[in-house]
T-cell receptor, first 113, second 116 residues
Framework: GAVVSQHPSWVICKSGTSVKIECRSLDFQATTMFWYRQFPKQSLMLMATSNEGSKATYEQGVEKDKFLINHASLTLSTLTVTSAHPEDSSFYIC?????????FGSGTRLTVV | AQSVTQLDSHVSVSEGTPVLLRCNYSSSYSPSLFWYVQHPNKGLQLLLKYTSAATLVKGINGFEAEFKKSETSFHLTKPSAHMSDAAEYFCVVSVGGGTSYGKLTFGQGTILTVHP
């Protein structure tokens, strides 16, 4: 089946630095990629929707200048957390639509210290 | 607008007994409905999906769910729980039209505990 590879699986960074998370669709073309974050013991919340070759659409309350999304090709989308702070520590997951279903990456555990 | 409500935040069963995880949804359009499972610090794995075909959907690992439009429900069941079923389960809805096209809305999650 369709596979989305997400890297890194976990990352620890210092406050004020930036972190890039990559999601690659391995055997299909992902025209649309969704980015979610999940706080401990909570459900997934959609952050933004990215379409290949165009600007991402951010959900209400998500800072687009802080969470930079790039979807430059049909197989790669990236999320960069800029000037990270401890409150950005979370579990980030990408998802691509494939046919009538959705395939999720394995997630990235970000810890900002 | 669409929403999903998982009626139980925690469900605890004994190994070998049936599992019932409850989910109700609301949607302005014909929904697609999914159940995903998440093990700790892992991504999500699709268990099954409903997309307007048969109302009784069979998934992986012996799980199944029944779409009941009159009750706006999509409950997940399994006849006999295994220890490996212990995880968190998410009911998810996606609409096929309107401004929310393609967006997934997740329920709050149900943590399933299986006792020996």
């Amino acid at each position: 089946g369709a596979v989305v590879s997400q890297h890194p699986s976990w990352v620890i960074c210092k406050s004020g630095t930036s972190v890039k998370i990559e999601c690659r669709s391995l055997d299909f073309q992902a025209t649309t990629m969704f980015w979610y974050r999940q706080f401990p013991k909570q459900s997934l919340m959609l952050m933004a929707t990215s379409n290949e070759g165009s600007k991402a659409t951010y959900e209400q309350g998500v800072e687009k200048d802080k969470f930079l999304i790039n979807h430059a090709s049909l197989t790669l989308s990236t999320l960069t957390v800029t000037s990270a702070h401890p409150e950005d520590s979370s579990f980030y997951i990408c998802s691509a639509r494939e046919g009538i279903g959705y395939t999720f990456g394995s997630g990235t555990r970000l810890t900002v210290v | 607008a669409q929403s999903v409500t998982q009626l139980d935040s925690h469900v605890s069963v004994s190994e070998g007994t049936p599992v019932l995880l409850r989910c109700n949804y609301s949607s302005s359009y014909s929904p697609s409905l999914f159940w995903y499972v998440q093990h700790p610090n892992k991504g999500l794995q699709l268990l099954l999906k409903y997309t307007s075909a048969a109302t009784l959907v069979k998934g992986i690992n012996g799980f199944e769910a029944e779409f009941k439009k009159s009750e706006t429900s999509f409950h997940l069941t399994k006849p006999s729980a295994h220890m490996s079923d212990a995880a968190e389960y998410f009911c998810v809805v996606s609409v096929g039209g309107g401004t929310s096209y393609g967006k997934l809305t997740f329920g709050q999650g149900t943590i399933l505990t299986v006792h020996p």
